[in-house]
């Protein structure tokens, strides 16, 4: 088992900037990729970004490619996405997931709020 608990979140206006964290708990980290969601109202979750087990590689989605940036650091089991010029568009609950195998996001935090005024 994995826990998970998302932290950051938070109101800022648009082209300002946020920092999420998750921390971790439960099974080996280091043996899990990390990815971030979200979920916008009405809408259904997204993926937003992935980092790989030892942070080798990450991925992107299209529309936060450029601005949002990923990382981890597995001493401290923790991931941590950085959103840079912020838009009204990127309003969502953020959710921190972990993934034991390629794709397969098992484990879920609660989410955080994260609110882009225009």
């Known amino acids: 088992q994995v826990q998970l608990a998302e932290s950051g979140g938070g109101l800022v206006q648009a082209g300002g900037s946020l920092s999420l964290s998750c921390a971790a708990s439960g099974r080996s980290f280091s043996m899990l990729a990390m990815g971030w969601f979200r979920q916008a109202p009405g809408k259904e979750r997204e993926f937003v970004a992935s980092?790989?087990?030892?942070?080798?590689?990450?991925l992107y989605a299209p529309s936060v490619k450029g601005r949002f940036s990923i990382s981890r650091d597995n001493d401290k089991n923790m991931v941590y996405l950085q959103m840079n010029s912020l838009k009204p568009e990127d309003t969502a609950v953020y959710y921190c997931a972990a993934a034991p195998a390629v794709r397969r996001w098992d484990y879920w935090g609660q989410g955080t709020q994260v609110t882009v005024s225009s």
């Open positions: 980092i790989t087990s030892l942070g080798g590689a990450s």
